[in-house]
């Protein structure tokens, strides 16, 4: 692990210690974010990693301030000098923009100057690997797919909750998010699987055709 997840993985401990299940989900997620960092550039995956383990701290009752655990954590964080990539990931995960125009703290979270991730760049994949990496672990930590994981969240948090009112548009963003990642971490798959050594028997029916 490096030093930045490292540092990560300590604070987010040391916050979310009297929070059994807040700290069995994340540190599920900073699992899998681990299974994402492959399809990213090595520079980003201490960056993915790290935010990971602190995509959650803003429910800890000694940051809580607007009671939106995005905005919170990550105003903890740029209070406290940690990298702007990381606060960013951390204000914004998961599509937390949807949620925060439903919670009127749309003009407070734009306050962090995140900018939007390009389409089809190095800072998307990012975005879309811890969003994938949230959205694929259960509130105790347990292995759920999108479309359970959303289920569930809207039954814990209510249909007159911000997050079922912004739901028309943030499960669009994060199945697709979802749908990138896989794709990237199959492309990341294929690419490293070793060719047939010289001389090597074929896989039967290969360079064949039927007659």
């Known amino acids: 692990m490096t030093g930045l997840a490292a ?32 399809s990213l550039p090595p520079a980003q995956r201490p960056v993915l990693l790290a935010a990971a383990w602190l995509h959650d701290i803003g429910y800890a009752p000694a940051l809580r301030d607007t009671g939106f655990h995005p905005l919170d954590g990550a105003r903890h964080l740029r209070a406290h000098g940690w990298p702007h990539a990381v606060v960013c990931l951390v204000a914004h995960h998961s599509g937390a923009d949807h949620v ?23 800072a998307e994949a990012l975005s879309d690997a811890l969003a994938w990496a949230d959205q694929t672990v259960g509130p105790r930590g347990e292995p759920l797919s999108l479309s359970e994981r959303l289920a569930d969240m809207l039954d814990r948090h209510g249909p007159d909750s911000p997050n079922a009112r912004s739901h028309a548009t943030r499960e669009p963003y994060l199945r697709a998010a979802v749908a990138r990642t896989e794709q990237r971490r199959r492309a990341t798959l294929l690419s490293v699987v070793p060719a047939p050594a010289p001389g090597a028997p074929r896989p039967a029916g290969a360079g064949t055709r039927g007659g």
């Open 100 to 122: 925060a125009r439903a919670r009127g703290l749309a003009a407070q979270l734009a306050e962090l100057r995140c900018a939007e991730p390009a389409p089809g760049s190095d």
């Open 7 to 38: 540092r990560a993985q300590q604070l987010a401990g040391s916050l979310l210690v009297d929070d059994p299940q807040r700290w069995a989900h994340t540190r599920a997620v900073a699992a899998r974010a681990a299974e994402a960092a492959g």
